[in-house]
């Protein structure tokens, strides 16, 4: 940010600040660092993280079948095991009866 230390500091000196207190205010403010954001840089970071979330979005959506897929095999095998399980432990029951 540029300023103008002599305008800003005849300004001070007519809103009421003395000499020294309006230079000393209006060094201070010319060297107030030049990276502040303004509102249209927001406005195209804003714009920029919208872009990628949609990306995230779409990729998101593209994964999904396959993980339902998977976990749906998953649960399938989980029951398989379970079952098969369940048969041992049955069969082993009856062997001890019978």
Do not use: W, Y
Not at 10 to 38: C, M, W, Y
Not at 60 to 74: F, M, N, S, T
Not at 80 to 85: E, N, Q, R, S
Not at 91 to 96: K, P, R, Y
């Amino acid at each position: 940010m540029a300023s103008d230390t002599l305008s800003i500091s005849k300004g001070l000196r007519a809103a009421g600040f003395n000499e020294q207190q309006a230079d000393a205010l209006a060094t201070h403010i010319a060297v107030l660092p030049s990276n502040l954001v303004t509102k249209q840089d927001l406005a195209i970071e804003v714009s920029r993280l919208e872009h990628r979330i949609d990306q995230l979005d779409h990729k998101v959506d593209q994964i999904e079948p396959r993980l339902l897929l998977k976990l749906g095999a998953g649960m399938a095998a989980g029951f398989g095991l379970v079952l098969t399980a369940i048969s041992i432990g049955v069969g082993a029951i009856l062997s001890q009866l019978g």
